[in-house]
């Protein structure tokens, strides 16, 4: 064993003063490494990224939630012209749907508009605005930094106050003052009278949970959309997970009696879930991935090869020191451990340099309001990474160095 140890470190040392002799031809070498770890881990940090970021933002919903829309959003197998001419759901299918079904806990309509935001000199852009009632925030997981969700009294009155998301907050109120002032949508003054928490910065579309705003729906028909034109969504909340099956059909029984189908109708409706969100998200992770996976594989493939041929190259310069060592009582196993090091400690310094440019490029896209989560997996798979290709494809060249012959070796000149 101690044997074992002292050729490890001879061997470590030997492949040291190799590496650092050719510190140009060594850095060129790990270029393929570089970019190779450096595509691994970037991918991993966006993967988990935007998986993280989603769950926290699918969470804000609600999991034991269903959406009752005019448009089917995740089934492709309805053509897109019968959806198209589906009647409207109206404020009246609401009330009577509310009023029918007994199952959910919560029942509340939605509709929206995208607006521009102002207060003072700040702006905020691209705001989904959100018009329901008071109950919306028992169908959700929203959850407050500051003040509340708008009162029943407010709802039904149609005042003018507004739920501001985190994002928007931020924006306008860069100082986290915001609660109580006003902030204004195409000139009309809004009170702000709840800033939520973040909920997830993860973007599907248009959709960001942290740039939704809230006000009373009446408020949205009188000044933004048609209510004539208008199709809501009816948010349904179940008790728990274990009740969504029931509630799911008591909601499609209620829905066809609400808009009048005979038993021979197909539903003019939709009964949307969450599941259709994971399918998507799991979709664009598995592009992500599938990219990522190919581009890491391309790097290191010709990372590896490049290492494999400077390892020959470097077993041909130093035969004659091979010969003088196997001479002396170097055995095959020693010759071998020595410069398999050196390819690994070449690829480990690449893997290195690969993973200190993902965190860079990471925290830069983070800035961008992409979601990016460094994990200690990471650094974990990057350094298995670099070690698994360094002794792969050192393994040819120390090979061809341990079954030199000692005598023709020493004849090398």
């Known amino acids: ?160 106050v507004i739920v501001l998301g985190s994002e928007i907050a931020n924006t306008l109120f860069p100082r986290g003052n915001g609660l109580n002032k006003h902030v204004k949508i195409k000139g009309i003054k809004y009170k702000v009278v709840g800033l939520l928490e973040e909920q997830g910065s993860w973007v599907m579309g248009n959709f960001n949970p942290d740039k939704q705003a809230f006000i009373p729906i009446g408020g949205l028909f009188k000044y933004f959309r048609s209510q004539r034109r208008a199709s809501i969504t009816i948010n349904v909340r179940a008790e728990n997970s274990a009740m969504v099956a029931a509630v799911n059909e008591e909601a499609i029984e209620v829905m066809r009696r609400v808009r ?56 041909k310069e130093r035969t004659k020191e091979i010969g003088v060592r196997k001479a002396i009582g170097a055995k095959k196993r020693t010759i071998l451990g020595q410069f398999i090091s050196e390819s690994a400690i070449i690829c480990l310094l690449g893997g290195m340099i690969g993973l200190a440019l993902a965190v860079v490029v990471a925290m830069i896209i983070r800035q961008y309001d992409f979601p990016m989560v460094i994990q200690v997996d990471a650094v974990i798979l990057a350094v298995v990474i670099s070690l698994i290709t360094g002794v792969l494809s050192g393994f040819a060249p120390a090979y061809t160095a341990a079954v030199m012959d000692p005598v023709e070796a020493l004849r090398y000149e």
Do not use: C
């Open 1 to 160: 064993m101690k044997n074992y140890l002292f050729e490890l470190k001879e061997g470590l040392l030997i492949s040291l003063k190799a590496i650092g002799a050719n510190k140009m031809r060594s850095v060129l070498t790990t270029a393929g490494i570089i970019i190779g770890v450096w595509a691994v881990v970037l991918m991993s940090t966006a993967v988990k990224g935007v998986d993280t970021s989603f769950q926290e933002g699918v969470a804000s919903l609600g999991s034991d939630n269903l959406y009752i829309d005019k448009w089917a959003w995740f089934n492709n197998d309805i053509p897109w012209w019968e959806l198209r001419n589906r009647r409207n759901i109206d404020m009246d299918d609401y009330k009577k749907f509310k009023d029918l079904a007994k199952l959910p806990a919560a029942v509340s309509p939605s509709m929206f508009t995208n607006q521009t935001v102002k207060h003072g000199d700040y702006t905020a852009e691209f705001i989904m605005v959100v018009g329901t009632t008071n109950e919306y925030v028992n169908t959700t997981n929203l959850t407050f930094s500051q003040g509340r969700f708008f009162t029943e009294l407010e709802s039904r009155g149609n005042r003018n």
């Open 260 to 315: 009048g189908l005979s038993y021979k109708e197909r539903n003019d409706f939709s009964i949307n879930k969450q599941d259709g969100l994971l399918d998507i998200i799991d979709q664009q992770v598995g592009v992500i991935q599938i990219a990522g996976y190919f581009i890491t594989g391309l790097a290191l493939f010709v990372g590896a090869i490049g290492i494999m041929n400077i390892m020959f190259v470097s077993v």
